[in-house]
């Protein structure tokens, strides 16, 4: 059974000040229950308690998009490894870094 989501992307502050006029807002469809998969991300604790949201509905956004349009060549060379890491990550078994949800995030290359 399908789930419908609206999703809404807002800029918190924009050089200071709420920024309302630059709102996307955007229905989509995932077979999955997304809220359910982000509890079941956390409890895995793969990544830190404050990246979960964002890792599983970035990754879940990408997937919907790719399963419908895995044999365009905007996706066919990304396709095979994307399916390898779906398993990698919906396999049972125990975390994969043990995170605890109080580590900072690291910061960018230097």
């Known amino acids: 059974m399908p789930h419908t989501y ?4 807002q800029p918190k502050e924009d050089y200071g000040c709420v920024r309302p006029d630059r709102t996307l807002t955007f229905d989509v469809t995932n077979h999955d229950d ?3 998969l982000v509890a079941r991300v956390q409890q895995r604790r793969i990544l830190p308690q404050q990246e979960v949201a964002e890792f599983t509905f970035g990754l879940k ?8 349009h895995h044999r365009e060549p ?3 060379e990304l396709w095979p490894h994307f399916r390898e890491f779906m398993k990698y990550l919906k396999r049972p078994g125990p975390t ?7 580590e ?3 910061g960018p290359p230097t």
């Open 6 to 9: 609206r999703i809404t992307i």
């Open 34 to 36: 997304l809220l359910s």
């Open 61 to 68: 956004l990408l997937a919907e998009v790719m399963v419908r």
């Open 74 to 76: 905007l996706f066919k």
């Open 96 to 102: 994969a870094q043990g995170y605890e949800g109080n």
């Open 104 to 106: 900072k995030r690291p």
